[in-house]
């Protein structure tokens, strides 16, 4: 007979937060690599004729993913993230949160009490009025029509839109600005509860995509140069 571990309230916190966190990171990561092919579309359209169909694809893919990877955090469904119970569980569990907790964690990292003194100073305990405040940035966010593009262009094709040739993305224009706010809001709220925990802070945009992708764009640059040379 097999038992289960029942995890303690710092394990299950930490569950809740990595699992967000690689969801966040991976919308923005998806994000980034298609803002700098939508980008390099338009300056560097030799080097994207090069590999149309391959680049085009993989721009319309990292959207995709994104907008899947947001809707995980807003949606109710069975496999969404359940912010609803991450929230919950941040409420009842106040005391992991106090600087109190905090300090014995940087204790036990082995922080000497000088320095310990100094980052518990700056310090903010969690309230339940600051969960509600998150709740209702994540309730107020941009998200209908990003719902609408999954719903009715992503996940899958409604007949009405091929035989009517609807571009949902005009019908229901979602900007860069929405989906960064949406993005930004997100790690905000994660970072505010993961800095109270163990003073631990993620920086989005880690590795930067766009070099990478600019890389790129410079070897086909290089493939054409050379090519045109051996003619």
């Known amino acids: 007979m097999t038992t289960t571990k029942t995890l303690t309230p710092d394990e299950r916190f930490l569950a809740?937060?990595?699992?967000l966190r690689d969801e966040l990171n991976k919308a923005y990561t998806y994000y980034e690599i298609s803002?700098?092919?939508r980008e390099i579309k338009s300056t560097r359209r030799t080097e994207f004729s090069e590999a149309i169909t391959f680049l085009s694809l993989t721009l319309n893919a990292t959207l995709f993913s994104t907008v899947m990877s947001i809707n995980r955090f807003i949606d109710s469904h069975r496999d969404s993230l359940h912010l609803d119970v991450f929230f919950k569980f941040i409420r009842n569990n106040m005391n992991l949160f106090s600087a109190k907790a905090y300090k014995k964690?940087?204790?036990?990292?082995?922080l000497d009490s000088e320095d310990c003194e100094h980052w518990v100073k700056l310090h903010t305990d969690i309230t339940a009025e600051m969960v509600d405040q998150d709740k209702a940035k994540i309730e107020s966010l941009p998200v209908h029509n990003l719902k609408v593009w999954r719903d009715k262009k992503l996940a899958h094709i409604e007949r009405n839109l091929v035989t009517k040739n609807v571009n949902i993305m005009e019908v229901n224009p979602v900007t860069i600005q929405e989906i960064d706010k949406i993005l930004?809001?997100?790690h905000e709220i994660l970072d505010r509860y993961?800095?109270?925990?163990?003073?631990?802070?993620?920086?989005l945009g880690l590795p930067p995509a766009k070099p990478q992708i600019e890389y790129v764009m410079d070897a086909i640059s290089h493939y054409r140069q050379s090519r045109k040379e051996r003619k």
């Open 194 to 203: 993961r800095l109270a925990y163990d003073g631990v802070q993620w920086i």
């Open 35 to 37: 803002k700098a092919l």
């Open 16 to 19: 809740y937060y990595d699992k």
């Open 184 to 186: 930004i809001t997100l």
């Open 105 to 110: 964690r940087l204790l036990d990292k082995g």
